[in-house]
T-cell receptor, first 116, second 110 residues
C-alpha cells in the first residue's frame, strides 16, 4: 500500500473562514510534508514533519498552521486566507527525513483550494 | 542556491518516438535527484538517483545522473499516449527539501 489520502478533494472558502485540510498515510512513514502548487508551476515545499515534530517551515505565513497529531495524520489549518492562496495543496510522506533521504516521497492527490 | 532547470519545457511527439528530457541543477547541498510524473493530480515517483553513471530502468523509462556535469536525463522509448504528462525533476537537499524544476510538458499524439 503506497497510498496517501487527502480530504477534501475540493474546498472553497471565504477570506474570513477557518478550515482544515487532512492527510493520512498508513505506510509507517515517519516524515510528512505539505506542498503548495500553483497552476502550471512545480510544487513548493511548505512544511516538513519528522517523527511528529515540525522540522522545516519554509517561511510560510501564519495563516497556515500545520499539525501532526500522530505519525499517520497531518493537518493544515487555514485561517484568514487571501485569494492568492488558491492552489493545489499536496501532502507527501516518506520513510525518514532525519538523515539522508533514502526513500522517495509519495504524494497524495491533493486538495484544490479556492479562496473567494 | 537550489535551482533546478528542466528542458525542454514542452515537447510534442508521435507514438513510438523516443524522447529525452533534461534536468540540470546547482551543486549546493546535493543529496539526490528525483524524477516524478504528474498527470492530473499527484506527482508519482519514477526514479531516485544518487550515484553518477548508474542507469536506472523501469520498463520503457530510464534515467541517469552525471554528478560531474550536474545533470540528469530521463529517457522514454516507444512512447505511448499514456506517457503524456508533466515530468518533474527535483533536487533533494538537507532536511529532505525537494526543489522542483518547472517541469517538461510531454504530449504524445497517436
Amino acid at each position: 500500500d503506497t497510498e496517501v489520502t487527502q480530504t477534501p478533494k475540493h474546498l472553497v472558502m471565504g477570506m474570513t473562514n477557518k478550515k482544515s485540510l487532512k492527510c493520512e498515510q498508513h505506510m509507517g512513514h515517519r516524515a510528512m510534508y505539505w506542498y503548495k502548487q500553483k497552476a502550471k508551476k512545480p510544487p513548493e515545499l511548505m512544511f516538513v514533519y519528522s517523527y511528529e515534530k515540525l522540522s522545516i517551515n519554509e517561511s510560510v505565513p501564519s495563516r497556515f498552521s500545520p499539525e501532526c497529531p500522530n505519525s499517520s495524520l497531518l493537518n493544515l489549518h487555514l485561517h484568514a486566507l487571501q485569494p492568492e492562496d488558491s492552489a493545489l495543496y499536496l501532502c507527501a510522506s516518506s520513510q525518514d527525513s532525519l538523515r539522508h533521504l533514502k526513500y522517495e516521497q509519495y504524494f497524495g492527490p491533493g486538495t484544490r483550494l479556492t479562496v473567494t | 542556491e537550489d535551482k533546478v532547470v528542466q528542458s525542454p519545457l514542452s515537447l510534442v511527439v508521435h507514438e513510438g518516438d523516443t524522447v529525452t528530457l533534461n534536468c540540470s541543477y546547482e551543486v549546493t547541498n546535493f543529496r539526490s535527484l528525483l524524477w516524478y510524473k504528474q498527470e492530473k493530480k499527484a506527482p508519482t515517483f519514477l526514479f531516485m538517483l544518487t550515484s553518477s553513471g548508474i542507469e536506472k530502468k523501469s520498463g520503457r523509462l530510464s534515467s541517469i545522473l552525471d554528478k560531474k556535469e550536474l545533470f540528469s536525463i530521463l529517457n522514454i522509448t516507444a512512447t505511448q499516449t499514456g506517457d503524456s504528462a508533466i515530468y518533474l525533476c527535483a533536487k533533494e537537499t538537507s532536511g529532505s527539501r525537494l526543489t522542483f524544476g518547472e517541469g517538461t510538458q510531454l504530449t504524445v499524439n497517436p
